[in-house]
Structures are given as C-alpha cells and as structure tokens.
C-alpha cells in the first residue's frame, strides 16, 4: 500500500510553453499532498503544500503565478509550470501524505518528473 | 530555525561491513523522525520512521536507526552492507508542534559499498 505515481516521468518542452505534472495517490486518500524540487546532487527543497479543496501554501521564494498547484481530489494533485524557462528545468517530486489522527505521518514519494526545458 | 544536518556528503564501506549515515536534528516539540532511500533519477523510498517508544527502530532492508534524544541523533545502520544498498539516503524530521506534516530534509548522503 501506500503508492504515489507521477506523469510524466520525463518531459521536453520549448522555453515559453506550460508543463502540467501529474501526483496520484493509488491506493489511499491524500488530504496533503507535497511538491518539491531536487537540483543535482543536493536535497529537496519545498515548493509548496496542497491540500485537497483550498489553496496551496507556497514556501517563501516560490512564485505562486509561476507554479501552478491545483488539488481538486483526494488522490490527485497537479503542478502546472507555466511559461517555463530553461532556468525551471529540474526535477520535480510529489509525495502524499497519509493521513493517521492529528498529525500528518508518513510522506510517501512520487517516482518524480524530470524537466528539461529548451 | 528547524534543520536536519548529514555531516558526511559520502560514506563508503566494504560489503559485508557494518554501515552507519549519521543525522542529528533540531526540531521543535517531539519531532517524527525518517530515513528515506533515493535510487537515481528516482523518487524517494521510505526506510523507516521514529514516532515514540523503542529508541531502536526496524525499518525495510534491514536497515535500522537510533534515536538519541540527548544528543539529537538519528543516525541509520546496517549489520552489514549490501553492494545494492548503494544510494542516496535523506534524514528527515517533522515539526512536533505542527499539524501541517512539513518535513524537513538534510542534504543528503551518498553512501558507496564496494564489493
């Protein structure tokens, strides 16, 4: 259990179009769900938290008009790069996190999205 | 401010080596602790979790991990390593006075076993 997917895995685009990724939760309901972005060898840095019916909290730094986080269901959760530049290209990975009382426990990690952006 | 720190950027160790990735924390409340595994160009797997309880926590893969609360530590081990535990492990922490479930990531640590 507890299995998180993302589309695509890998995405080529012109510099000027929008990228839209896709985080599912398969096998449980995420009320939270995480998008991060992990540059070359260092860790991940936090863009931004979804939750499922509201606004998504953006992380100090991250444009909001840039990086488009919708969350319309409890097991879907989208991130639209709009007008990508080079400067976006990266790799983006979504988790979810499974809900258990108070507190928000384990995060479970989407398999991640490369971006290349030309 | 809350942060997690691996000092080691690279561990390598021997096959068939006990292996130890250190963390330490400093995390408000009782912070959750967590190991996650990441294989290249891939997302992160969890390895374990520190809620309460045992200080010894069993995770997947026969890894394990210490919580030490005086000294703020968290480090991950292995009886012994396996060529295939070659990746690269993140320690995380969440907020114990937050219900938002923030983690909070160290950088990160390549850990190499040789055959």
């Known amino acids: 259990g507890a299995v998180v997917s993302q589309h695509p895995s890998w995405v080529i685009c012109k510099s000027g179009t929008s990228v839209k990724i896709e985080c599912r939760s398969l096998?449980?309901?995420?009320?939270?769900m995480f998008w991060y972005r992990q540059f070359p060898k260092q860790s991940l840095m936090l863009m931004a938290t979804s939750n499922e019916g509201s606004k998504a909290t953006y992380e100090q730094g991250v444009e909001k008009d840039k990086f488009l986080i919708n969350h319309a269901s409890l097991t879907l959760s989208t991130l639209t790069v709009t007008s990508a530049h080079p400067e976006d290209s990266s790799f983006y990975i979504c988790s979810a996190s499974r809900p258990s009382g108070r507190r928000k426990e384990t995060q479970y990690f989407g398999p991640g999205t490369r971006l290349l952006v030309l | 401010a809350q942060s997690v720190a691996q000092p080691e950027d690279q561990v390598n160790v021997a096959e068939g080596n006990p292996l130890t990735v250190k963390c330490t924390y400093s995390?408000?409340?009782?912070?959750?602790l967590f190991w996650y595994v990441q294989y290249p160009n891939r997302g992160l797997q969890f390895l374990l979790k520190y809620i309460t309880g045992d200080n010894l926590v069993k995770g997947s893969y026969g890894f394990e991990a210490e919580f030490n609360k005086s000294q703020t530590s968290f480090h991950l081990k292995k009886p012994s390593a396996l060529v295939s535990d070659s990746a690269l492990y993140f320690c995380a922490a969440q907020d114990g006075g937050s219900t938002l479930g923030r983690l909070y990531f160290g950088r990160g640590t390549q850990l190499t076993v040789w055959p």
């Open positions: 995390v408000s409340g009782n912070p959750y």
């Open positions: 096998d449980f309901q995420a009320t939270t």
